[in-house]
Each structure stands twice: as C-alpha cells, then as structure tokens.
C-alpha cells in the first residue's frame, strides 16, 4: 500500500447546507471531493509509460488534418521519457502496426515511418484501436500507464463497426490495464462512439474543430499524464437504511459497485455531487445528528499499490424551519450542481438540434442564459453555443454539446478553484474553456 498517498489524499463532503429540516422529507445535495497532495516528498521519478499512438489516415486525412496528426505524434515521442514504449499503427481499410512497441529512447524508426503515412480509403475503427491495444497488452503491467492514443476524423465503416461490441473490448481491456483516450477531428467523426470508447476505457475524450485546433488537446493529455498519482479510482457509497442516493455526475458504474472516477493528478482534485433523500421517518427530533451515508474511495498509484483513503462519515443536525431557512448555502456546492444542470440542458440541446429542431435549440439557449447567469464559465459555453445555432451547424452544434456537457460533468479541478476561468497559471488539463473543440491557450 501507498502510505504517503493513503495519509495525504484528502476526502472532503460539503452539505449545501449543515442541516435537514425537521417534520419534511428532505433532500441534500453533497459535494464530495477528493483532493490529492500538492506533490510527493523527495525527487522519486515516475515509472516508465506504454503508448500506442493509432493514426486515422483514411482518405478524408489528406492534406493538412494527417500532417497535423503527424505533427501531434511527433510531440507526444519529445514528451516520452526514454524509458517509455511507445508503438504506432495507422488504418484506414486496412490495420498496420509499423512499429511495433520499442524504447522511446531507441524512436528512430518509428518516426521515420511516422513522417511517411499518407492518406487512403475508408474506416477501419476498431481494427486500429485493437492493434494498438494489443501492441501494449504484453507489455509489463508494472508500467504506470498503458494508453492507447486514438485519432480519426470519420466514421467507423469497415470491420466492427457496432458501437456496443467496441465499447466492451474498450471495458475489458481497460480492466487488463490498458485504456485508451481518444481524439476526433473535424464534423464527421462519431462523437457518440468516441466518447462512449474513452469513457469505457477509463480515458479521456478530446476532439479538435480544425486540424490547427488539435495540438492543444494533446498538450492537454500529456500534461496530465506527466502530472498522474492516481488511477483505477473508485468511489462507494454505503448508506444508512431508508436513504437514498443519486450520483449527479456523469460517471461509469464500476465493477463491483460504486463509480469510476477521473484519473488525479497531483495539486488537483476529483469531485461529485451526490443528492441525497431522507424520508421524514428516519428524521429524528430537532437537535440531534443524522448519519446520511459514509463515502468511501479506494484507488492505485501509478506503480500499482493499493491507495485507500479513510471513510468519510457524511452527518448533520436536524433543524427546526426557521434556523433551516437561515442557513447558509455553499457557494462551491451551488456552482457545481449549476455546471451539472447545464450539462443536462446541454444534452437536451443536442438531441434538438439533432433532430432539426432548432426552435427548441432558441428556447433552451434562452431559458440556459437566464438560469445561469451567474456562472462565468457557462455563460461563455452558452454563448459559443448560441453562435453554432445561428449558423445552424448541426454537425459542429452536436459535437461541442456533447463535449462540452461531459467536461462539465466529469472533470479534475484545482483545489481553490473559483469562479473567474481566467487562468493561463492553471495547467491545461484544469482549465475551463468556452469551446472544447477550439484552441484557447497560448503553447506553454
């Protein structure tokens, strides 16, 4: 077991208030949050990482979308450690592993079979994936991280194409240590299979509007991996009988219970917002205590050894009305659960627009800027929303709310994050933009 990060990784749980009202069912939001360090003592390197780079270079890659791909590839080898492996595969009807996992020190032949992909013909999705997830699956699962990096800009048309059966390879290999995080570009990717991949391989999803927009997400990634303590983070709740409780994220069940929760980074944290009922029978009499749930998360540091962190007991008093009405409500909390509803309206907008109802697209945008107002960084999503609909880009409109939804609702932040987003301070992977598919950062 990891000790310094079982004693050091925090495990907090702010009430939107601290109290239920008396005499009433009640209902309690909870923000549950799990912080790690600011960094571990002494200057401990990380263990080596597994890539496998999956290059799309179907016929619409032509031109500038496969020389930025090359261009993203080559920036990920400068990244890697030498110790690292790293593989490369390239589909498009037909799968080819051209170098198969070597030292990202000993990189020479891979990037010169890098540089000289060129455009094809059409989709095979799932056989590139698979290549590259078995170019790592034999490697040794004392790696920190074995990740399949997924790129394409189209529609799986060839080989598996089924978006369950992928997914489910994607889960199982992931439960083998091995994940993958994915990457669309342009309009005609399948953002709903890419996504689903991601999310089923305990990995990120990321897609770039333009060729010139998908550096940035790379740089995302990377930085994030470079910064990793946590993975396989699991998060259960053990509730008192008769109390109930939702997970208002939008987070994968795990196996054997709980959710699965973001990798963590080190100076960041993983949050959730659980709302939770109490019946008024299981209320007691005004004063006293009432044990809502105890929340518990048991994770891995990146060599493997089993981090636990202490069980957290969620409790408050039982409250008369009037000292109910005048307690105060988390500003955080209150933020949080305002950034999950609009990923809820953003959905909705998704399946509107999609459906070439872009009336209903009007009405929701105008509803959205009302109820959240008061939030910067909705607000500046809203807004580049409501451009999309008036230029009636469905393509685009569906990807960015979808995008846009999930980073809402799923997503590491900074431990004292507040409520500007400005923050060229912030690294990438903690930062909020108002367009997931475009670039809005300087490179660092």
């Not at 571990?40 to 890539?51: D, L, S």
């Not at 990377?222 to 008769?242: H, M, Q, S, Y």
Request: charged share 20%; glycine share 8%; hydrophobic share 45%.
């Amino acid at each position: 077991m990891n000790q310094y990060l079982s004693l050091n990784t925090r495990l907090l749980a702010t009430p939107a208030r601290a109290g239920l009202q008396a005499e009433a069912d009640g209902q309690l939001d909870v923000l549950v949050r799990l912080q790690a360090p600011e960094a571990q003592p002494g200057a401990k390197a990380r263990p080596p990482y597994g890539i496998a780079l999956v290059i799309d270079r179907s016929g619409s890659m032509s031109g500038r979308p496969l020389e930025e791909a090359r261009r993203c590839a080559t920036f990920v080898l400068d990244s890697l450690h030498g110790a690292d492996k790293v593989s490369l595969t390239q589909f498009d009807n037909r799968v080819e592993v051209l170098s198969p996992a070597c030292a990202a020190a000993e990189s020479g032949a891979l990037r010169l079979a890098l540089s000289a992909i060129h455009s094809g013909g059409n989709t095979n999705l799932h056989g590139g994936w698979r290549a590259g997830a078995d170019s790592l699956a034999g490697l040794p699962a004392s790696l920190g991280i074995r990740r399949v990096v997924l790129l394409s800009d189209g529609q799986a048309n060839e080989g598996v194409v089924e978006a369950e059966a992928i997914t489910a390879q994607c889960r199982e290999l992931a439960a083998a240590g091995v994940t993958t995080s994915t990457y669309g570009l342009g309009s005609h990717f399948n953002e709903e299979l890419m996504v689903a991949m991601a999310d089923a391989g305990q990995g990120n999803h990321y897609y770039g509007d333009t060729a010139d927009d998908l550096m940035e997400p790379f740089r995302q990634e990377f930085a994030l991996l470079a910064n990793l303590c946590l993975k396989k983070v699991v998060l259960t709740i053990a509730l008192p009988e008769g109390i109930e409780a939702e997970m208002l994220n939008d987070y994968q069940r795990a196996e054997g219970g709980g959710w699965q929760l973001p990798d963590v980074a080190w100076a960041s944290e993983a949050w959730c917002v659980l709302r939770i009922r109490v019946p008024k029978a299981r209320l007691p009499s005004v004063g006293n205590p009432l044990m809502l749930a105890r929340v518990r998360v048991v994770a891995e540091d990146l060599e493997g050894a089993a981090v636990q962190i202490e069980q957290h007991a969620i409790s408050v008093p039982v409250v008369g009305t009037a000292a109910w009405e005048g307690l105060p409500i988390s500003e955080l909390l209150a933020r949080r659960v305002a950034e999950l509803e609009a990923a809820v309206v953003l959905r909705r907008m998704r399946e509107a627009a999609g459906a070439g109802d872009w009336a209903g697209v009007g009405e929701l945008l105008v509803g959205a800027e009302a109820q959240f107002a008061g939030n910067d960084w909705v607000a500046a999503i809203l807004a580049s929303m409501r451009g999309l609909a008036a230029a009636r880009e469905q393509r685009r409109f569906m990807k960015e709310s979808m995008f846009s939804s999930a980073k809402l609702s799923k997503r590491l932040s900074a431990h004292d994050e507040v409520q500007a987003f400005a923050q060229d301070m912030q690294p990438l992977y903690l930062r909020r933009k108002a367009a997931e598919g475009k670039a809005e950062f300087d490179p660092e």
